[in-house]
C-alpha cells in the first residue's frame, strides 16, 4: 500500500508561495477544485479559474512531500499557482472527496479489443481533437500521414493565440507532435521523423512575427524541431548505397541551414539553437555546400559591405544590415571551413565585413600589412577583440617589423578623440603600464576619472603619480575637482579609502542645497545609501557618530512610511543598539528608543516591526 507523506498548510503555504496560498483558500472553500483522483503517488483533479473550461491539476508526492506538480493555467509551470495550492488544501481537508483509482494502465488491461475500440470512440465524441491522434499510425513501420499531422498542427493555433498564456497552450499540443516522433527514431523510420520536424518548423516560421513569444514557448519547440533533424544527420548512414537517404540527408541539411537563415532575419533570437553545430558535426562536405547555398544567396541580395567611418558607433553612418551580413558570412564560414582556400576565405570575410576573421587570417599568412590595414577601417568595439592580436608576442614572422608599434600608435590615435571608448582608453593605459610607460599610463587614467569619477579610478591616478613623485599634488588637484563638480558620492567614498573621515563627514552633512545637483543626476535617490555607506566606515574608529547616522538613516525611511520602510528602519536601529553598546559608543540606547516609540506611537505597523525586531 502507497503512503503518501503528511502535510500541513505551513507545508502547502512554503511550496506555493504566500499570495497563491492565499487566492487557493478561497478557491478551496467555494468548492472549486473537482474531480478528485488519486492514482498512487499522484493527486489529479480539475479546477474552477478565471476562464470557461476548468484548469487540469496535478501533484505527484514523495516520501518528503510534493515531489513535482503542474496545472494547465498560464502560470502553472512548476506548481506554484492558486490552483495547486486550492488542490493541495482540498485533498489536506477532505480526503474522502478523493477517489482512489487505479493507474490508467492497470484499469486496461485485460480488456477486449472491442471494448477498447468503444472506449475509444466515447472518448472522441467527448473530445473530438482526440480524432486526430486516432488517426495517426501507431505502428512505426507505417509511415506518417503528412496531412494529418498539419491538421493536428493548425489546431494547435486555433483559438485567441493574443490571449495571455495562449502560446504556452499551443506548445503543449506542439510537445505532443514532437513526441510523435519518437518511435519513429526509435525505429529508424527518418523520414516520418524529418516530416515532424518540417510541418512544425514550418507552422512556427509562418505565424511567428506575429505572435508575442516573449517566454519563449514556440522557441523551445523550434529547438525540439532541429534535435530531431540533428539526430536524422547523426544517426543514418552515409548516403551513397540508397540515392533516397542522400536526397533526404541533403533536404536536413538544407533545412537546418534555413532555420539559421530565419533566425538571422529575425534579428538573432538564438531560434533553432544547435543547427549550426549539427551542420557542423553531421554533415559530410557536399551536405554542407548543399546548405551553404541560400546562405550564399542570401548574403549576395544584401549586396556589399558599406564602407563605414572607423571610430565609435554613429547612427548616421550605421549600416543596418550589416549584422546579418556578418552573420551570414559566419555561416558560411562554418559550411565550407574545408572548401575555401586563402584567397577565397579572405574574400568572404571582406564582402561580409568579418573583420576579426579576416585580420585573424591575414597575420597567420604573414600579411601584417593588410591586418593593419584592415584594423584601421574597424569601429572602436571591433578594434578592442584586434589590438590583442596585433601586440601578440606569438606572431608568425610577417612583412611589418614595426607592427606593434603601429598598432599601438593606432589605439592612441582613436583615444585621442573626446569621444573616445573608454575599454580602449583602459587597453592602451594597461599596455602603457605593462611597457613601464608610467607618464602615459598616468595620462591615461585621468582621462578615464575624468570621463567617469570612480574610487577605482582616482586610485589607480594617485598609484601612477606615487611613482612619479607627485602624489599629493595631484590628490589636491583630484579632490579639488571632485568638490568643484559636486561628484559629492566619489568625493566621500574617496576620503573613506583614506580613513579622512572628518572630511567625509563634512561633504555628507553638507546643506541640501548642495546636493541639489547630486539629487538630480541620481534621479531623486536620497543620501541613504552613501549615508549608511559612512556609517559602515565609521563603526570601529567612530561608534558614536556610526550610530548617529544608523538614527538618520532609519528615522528618515520611517517619514517615508510603509511597511517595508518600516522593517528596514527597525534593522538599522538594530544597528544603532549594537553600536550604543560598544565600549566606546554613547550608551544612550535606552532612552532613544523610548523617544522613538512614544513619538511614533500611533504607527502600529511601525510597532510592530520592531517587536519582531526584539526592539
Same mark, same amino acid.
Given at each position: 500500500?502507497?503512503?503518501?507523506?503528511?502535510?500541513?498548510?505551513?507545508?502547502?503555504?512554503?511550496?506555493?508561495?504566500?499570495?497563491?496560498?492565499?487566492?487557493?483558500?478561497?478557491?478551496?472553500?467555494?468548492?472549486?477544485?473537482?474531480?478528485?483522483?488519486?492514482?498512487?503517488?499522484?493527486?489529479r483533479a480539475r479546477c474552477d479559474g478565471s476562464v470557461s473550461e476548468p484548469y487540469d491539476v496535478v501533484v505527484t508526492f514523495d516520501a518528503r512531500g510534493v515531489a513535482s506538480a503542474a496545472c494547465s493555467c498560464p502560470i502553472g509551470d512548476g506548481g506554484y499557482c492558486k490552483h495547486v495550492a486550492a488542490l493541495l488544501l482540498t485533498w489536506l481537508d477532505r480526503p474522502d472527496a478523493v477517489a482512489k483509482v487505479p493507474p490508467l494502465a492497470e484499469m486496461l488491461a485485460g480488456r477486449s479489443r472491442d471494448d477498447l475500440v468503444a472506449l475509444i470512440h466515447r472518448m472522441v465524441e467527448r473530445y473530438p481533437d482526440l480524432e486526430t491522434l486516432a488517426a495517426l499510425a501507431p505502428d512505426a513501420s507505417k509511415p506518417l500521414d503528412r496531412a494529418v499531422v498539419e491538421r493536428m498542427v493548425r489546431r494547435a493555433f486555433d483559438g485567441d493565440l493574443y490571449e495571455w498564456g495562449s502560446l504556452r497552450r499551443v506548445a503543449r499540443v506542439l510537445d505532443e507532435v514532437v513526441a510523435l516522433a519518437a518511435p519513429y527514431v526509435d525505429a529508424g523510420s527518418w523520414p516520418s521523423v524529418v516530416l515532424v520536424a518540417e510541418v512544425l518548423l514550418d507552422a512556427i516560421q509562418a505565424r511567428y512575427e506575429q505572435l508575442n513569444d516573449e517566454e519563449g514557448h514556440l522557441g523551445m519547440v523550434v529547438d525540439a524541431a532541429v534535435k530531431l533533424l540533428d539526430c536524422c544527420l547523426a544517426q543514418t548512414a552515409e548516403p551513397g548505397t540508397a540515392p533516397s537517404d542522400a536526397a533526404?540527408?541533403?533536404?536536413?541539411?538544407?533545412?537546418?541551414?534555413?532555420?539559421?537563415?530565419?533566425?538571422?532575419?529575425?534579428?538573432?533570437?538564438?531560434?533553432?539553437?544547435?543547427?549550426?553545430?549539427?551542420?557542423?558535426?553531421h554533415a559530410t562536405p557536399a551536405e554542407r555546400a548543399a546548405?551553404?547555398?541560400?546562405?550564399q544567396a542570401a548574403l549576395d541580395r544584401l549586396g556589399p559591405a558599406t564602407p563605414r567611418p572607423a571610430g565609435r558607433f554613429d547612427a548616421r553612418h550605421y549600416d543596418h544590415s550589416g549584422w546579418e551580413r556578418e552573420m551570414l558570412g559566419g555561416l558560411l564560414l562554418t559550411l565550407q571551413p574545408d572548401g575555401l582556400d586563402d584567397e577565397a576565405y579572405l574574400a568572404l570575410c571582406r564582402a561580409s565585413g568579418r573583420t576579426p576573421d579576416l585580420v585573424e587570417r591575414l597575420l597567420a599568412l604573414g600579411?601584417?600589412?593588410?591586418?593593419?590595414?584592415?584594423?584601421?577601417?574597424?569601429?572602436?568595439?571591433?578594434?578592442?577583440?584586434?589590438?590583442?592580436?596585433?601586440?601578440?608576442?606569438?606572431?608568425?614572422?610577417?612583412?611589418?617589423?614595426?607592427?606593434?608599434?603601429?598598432?599601438e600608435a593606432l589605439a592612441l590615435d582613436r583615444i585621442s578623440r573626446p569621444d573616445a571608448d573608454r575599454r580602449l582608453v583602459a587597453w592602451a593605459k594597461d599596455r602603457a603600464r605593462t611597457r613601464g610607460d608610467a607618464v602615459l599610463a598616468e595620462r591615461l587614467a585621468l582621462q578615464l576619472f575624468q570621463a567617469a569619477p570612480s574610487v577605482a579610478h582616482y586610485a589607480e591616478v594617485l598609484d601612477?603619480?606615487?611613482?612619479?613623485?607627485?602624489?599629493? @599634488?595631484?590628490?589636491?588637484? *583630484? $579632490? =579639488?575637482?571632485? +568638490?568643484?563638480?559636486? !561628484?559629492?558620492?566619489?568625493?566621500?567614498?574617496?576620503?573613506?579609502?583614506e580613513g579622512a573621515f572628518d572630511e567625509a563627514l563634512a561633504v555628507l552633512n553638507l546643506p541640501d542645497k548642495h546636493w541639489a545637483h547630486q539629487l538630480v543626476w541620481t534621479r531623486g535617490v536620497s543620501r541613504h545609501p552613501l549615508r549608511l555607506e559612512v556609517a559602515r566606515a565609521l563603526r570601529e574608529a567612530r561608534p558614536i557618530e556610526a550610530e548617529e547616522l544608523y538614527l538618520d538613516a532609519a528615522l528618515a525611511l520611517i517619514?517615508?512610511?510603509?511597511?517595508?520602510?518600516? @522593517?528596514?528602519?527597525?534593522? *538599522? $536601529? =538594530?544597528?544603532? +543598539?549594537?553600536?550604543? !553598546?560598544?565600549?566606546n559608543g554613547s550608551g544612550d540606547w535606552p532612552r532613544v528608543i523610548a523617544e522613538l516609540r512614544d513619538g511614533y506611537r500611533r504607527l502600529p505597523a511601525l510597532l510592530d516591526e520592531l517587536e519582531k525586531a526584539g526592539l
Open positions: 500500500m502507497t503512503t503518501l507523506p503528511t502535510l500541513t498548510d505551513r507545508d502547502i503555504r512554503r511550496r506555493v508561495g504566500d499570495a497563491p496560498f492565499k487566492r487557493g483558500q478561497g478557491y478551496a472553500r467555494k468548492g472549486a477544485v473537482r474531480d478528485l483522483r488519486l492514482q498512487g503517488r499522484t493527486l533526404l540527408r541533403e533536404r536536413v541539411a538544407v533545412r537546418l541551414a534555413e532555420v539559421q537563415l530565419w533566425d538571422i532575419r529575425l534579428g538573432g533570437y538564438g531560434m533553432g539553437h544547435g543547427a549550426e553545430e549539427a551542420l557542423a558535426a546548405a551553404s547555398r541560400p546562405v600579411r601584417a600589412a593588410e591586418a593593419l590595414a584592415a584594423a584601421h577601417t574597424a569601429s572602436d568595439y571591433v578594434l578592442l577583440d584586434l589590438l590583442p592580436l596585433l601586440v601578440s608576442d606569438e606572431l608568425p614572422s610577417h612583412d611589418l617589423p614595426d607592427l606593434v608599434d603601429q598598432a601612477l603619480a606615487a611613482t612619479l613623485g607627485h602624489r599629493d @599634488a595631484v590628490r589636491s588637484t *583630484l $579632490l =579639488g575637482q571632485m +568638490r568643484e563638480d559636486r !561628484r559629492y558620492n566619489v568625493l566621500i567614498r574617496a576620503y573613506l579609502r517619514e517615508r512610511r510603509g511597511r517595508d520602510n518600516y @522593517a528596514e528602519a527597525a534593522r *538599522l $536601529l =538594530g544597528e544603532a +543598539r549594537t553600536l550604543s !553598546r560598544h565600549p
